[in-house]
Nanobody
Framework: QVQLVESGGGLVQPGGSLRLSCAAS????????MTWYRQAPGKRRELVAV???????NYADSMKGRVTISRDNTKNTVYLQMNSLKPEDTAIYYC?????????????WGQGTQVTVSS
C-alpha cells in the first residue's frame, strides 16, 4: 500500500524559511516523479515543484528562486526548501508520487501540511 506523509509545515513570518518533507512507503518512490502542489483557500491546487526519478527539476514561475526540491532515495523522502516566504504562499502543501512519470496525475497523494506565512 502506497502512503505519503508530509511534514514540516507551520507558522512562519514573511521572509522566513521552511523545509517540507514527504516520506513515501509502498515501494514506488525510487521510480516515481515526485511533485509538490499547494492549495490556498478558495483557489485551485497549483504546481509548486517537480523532481523526476533521475533528478531533473522544474518549478512554478511564482516560486522560482525561492524554492528547491530535492530527494533522498535512501530515505524515500522528497524535500521542499522554501525561502523568502510571502503571505501569498500560505496554503496546504501536498506531495504526489507518480510511478508513470506524470506530474500530479497519479492517485498517490499525501494528506497535506499547512504552511501559514503571517506576521
Amino acid at each position: 500500500q502506497v502512503q505519503l506523509v508530509e511534514s514540516g509545515g507551520g507558522l512562519v513570518q514573511p521572509g522566513g524559511s521552511l523545509r517540507l518533507s514527504c516520506a513515501a512507503s509502498g515501494g514506488i518512490f525510487g521510480s516515481s516523479t515526485m511533485t509538490w502542489y499547494r492549495q490556498a483557500p478558495g483557489k485551485r491546487r497549483e504546481l509548486v515543484a517537480v523532481i523526476t526519478s533521475g533528478g531533473s527539476t522544474n518549478y512554478a514561475d511564482s516560486m522560482k528562486g525561492r524554492v528547491t526540491i530535492s530527494r533522498d532515495n535512501t530515505k524515500n523522502t522528497v524535500y521542499l526548501q522554501m525561502n523568502s516566504l510571502k503571505p501569498e504562499d500560505t496554503a496546504i502543501y501536498y506531495c504526489n508520487a507518480d510511478p508513470l512519470g506524470g506530474w500530479g496525475t497519479s492517485p498517490y497523494w499525501g494528506q497535506g501540511t499547512q504552511v501559514t506565512v503571517s506576521s
